[in-house]
């Protein structure tokens, strides 16, 4: 069935997963079209009036019924009867794929081929012929389909020209490490086009069954927190900080396995090059330039105390260039790996006693080439430090509980919390590295290089949270205040 570009707008628009939402599209087409059995995977491309054009997946599929599950992401197009829908909400499409990924089996034609490959994750027994299928509905920016409730495939839906950085990490852990907290890789589906660069469609990985992330389930531990907090009392439980240790425990052995000297180039670690710091300096100053400018726009937006906060930023803007150049100009000796990118919280799920570590897609907002730079993995740690300061502050900030206290007492409380709680997991961490490390050269450089991680990632934040949820600005704007702070007095 043919499409036009306003048919494809209008369904792209419906879609939990397209990113455009808030660009002014110029023209959608379907630049690709590759048969899949009864369906066709359809490569969208979309223009903007500004900026890079975008690609995604579509798989389509026409039907004489409407799937028995359908949403509001499943029509595309109706004629004459007969219905053109997204391929994922179709049994025949997802068993397909099934098969295709258990069989190790290429499909197409040497000039645009779909090739799967099988992870050790998926076992021998789940037959193609007995495997039930379905579309986990999450609200998230791909589509997630799960196989005999064991296994859960990611269909990317945005389009990046390189392998999908999730797909290297999640095969290099299962394949090459014995760390387990991640969903075991049981496969991937590739498009494999004549003089183009391979193009990452989807990842099968063990189902995880989990109660909650981990960002909700501290948020059940900061509730009896808060609570006690009127009554002047200061309490968190012994199990919380168990909690805190094992995640930072987890953290570094995700690390220790990253870190395999034996790995080929795409994973082997580098030492901190010339060319690294530049692309950490470039990338610093790409984000605070970016940041002055969207507070700028939204500054008379703010609330009082976040004027006040963001004000002590740009009256930094010096400092910060000083710390960052100092940093960046000396000889650094740690080693650098790849990392998770964009840990936090979130990504963090809480299975029994344990975590469960997802998304390995690296920063949202950066490019995949940027996506794959090796980064001490501080970077991580940082984000995960962050991340707890977040979830207090968002917590004690934003609730009815502390509405009345008094400002500074309340911001004594938050830093109390998040300073015991950062040092157990700063303490778990370091106890599972092991000490020395070749990843670390000494106590001075972490230092330096968890200050540099921790404001370039609340910087990055500042940006997230003005575009998306301008009531949390001040979050990421104290977590950069901090850091001035500590700059100030290595500065004397
Ligand atoms: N292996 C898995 N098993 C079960 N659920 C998962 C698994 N991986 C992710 N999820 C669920 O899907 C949601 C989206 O996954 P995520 O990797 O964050 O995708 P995206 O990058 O598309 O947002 C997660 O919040 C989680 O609830
Ligand atoms: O969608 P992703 O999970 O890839 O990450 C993006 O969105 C996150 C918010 O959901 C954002 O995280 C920020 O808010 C979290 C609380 O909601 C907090 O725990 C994180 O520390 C904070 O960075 C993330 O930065 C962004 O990339």
């Not at 379905?134 to 799960?146: C, E, I, K």
């Not at 500074?408 to 015991?420: F, I």
């Amino acid at each position: 069935m043919p499409i036009s570009s306003d048919q494809l707008v209008d369904f792209l628009k419906k879609c939990r997963w397209f990113a455009g939402k808030a660009r002014q599209v110029v023209l959608a087409s379907v630049i690709q079209q590759i048969p899949f059995g009864e369906a066709t995977i359809w490569i969208v491309e979309v223009g903007y009036e500004e900026g890079d054009t975008e690609r995604y997946q579509l798989p389509v599929i026409s039907v004489s019924e409407m799937p028995g599950f359908s949403t509001a992401q499943t029509l595309i197009l109706e004629v004459d009867g007969r219905y053109l829908v997204d391929a994922i909400y179709t049994e025949t499409f997802r068993y397909n794929l099934y098969t295709h990924i258990y069989n190790a089996e290429s499909y197409g034609e040497p000039t645009a081929r779909m090739a799967f490959v099988r992870g050790k994750g998926l076992e021998a027994e789940d037959l193609p012929e007995h495997i039930s299928t379905r579309v986990l509905p999450v609200d998230s920016s791909n589509s997630a389909l799960v196989f005999g409730e064991k296994y859960f495939l990611k269909l990317y839906r945005k389009l990046f020209q390189l392998p999908n950085p999730e797909v290297e990490m999640i095969e290099f852990l299962t394949e090459h490490s014995d760390f387990r907290q991640m969903p075991a890789f049981c496969g991937s589906m590739t498009l494999k086009s004549l003089g183009q660069p391979d193009i990452t469609l989807g990842m099968m990985q063990r189902m995880v069954d989990a109660q909650k992330d981990n960002w909700d389930r501290t948020g059940d531990y900061l509730n009896d927190f808060l609570y006690a907090v009127p009554n002047r009392v200061f309490s968190i439980q012994e199990d919380v900080f168990e909690r805190v240790g094992l995640l930072g425990r987890r953290t570094g052995e995700m690390h220790r396995a990253l870190y395999n000297p034996e790995a080929d180039a795409t994973f082997s670690p580098e030492p901190f090059t010339a060319d690294y710091r530049k692309f950490l300096q470039g990338r610093l100053n790409h984000l605070l330039e970016s940041r002055y400018n969207l507070l700028i726009d939204k500054y008379r937006a703010l609330d009082e105390q976040t004027q006040a906060l963001a004000w002590k930023f740009m009256e930094a803007k010096e400092l910060i260039d000083e710390f960052a150049e100092e940093l960046l100009s000396r000889d650094i000796h740690s080693q650098r790996i790849r990392i998770h990118g964009d840990y936090h919280l979130g990504q963090v799920l809480n299975v029994q006693n344990d975590f469960i570590v997802i998304d390995f897609e690296g920063e949202p907002e950066a490019s995949i080439a940027d996506r794959k730079v090796k980064h001490s993995p501080l970077k991580d740690v940082a984000g995960m430090v962050r991340s707890y300061h977040y979830a207090v502050s968002a917590k004690l900030f934003e609730s009815d509980e502390t509405r009345y206290l008094e400002p500074t007492k309340l911001l004594k409380v938050t830093e109390r919390w998040y300073k015991l709680i950062r040092d157990t997991y700063l303490d778990g961490y370091t106890e599972a590295i092991g000490w020395p490390h070749p990843l670390f050269k000494d106590q001075n450089e972490i230092n330096s290089l968890m200050l540099y991680y921790l404001l370039e990632k609340a910087v990055y934040e500042l940006g997230y949270e003005l575009s998306y949820r301008p009531d949390w600005v001040k979050i990421p704007l104290k977590g950069i205040v901090d850091v001035i702070r500590e700059v100030e007095k290595l500065h004397g």
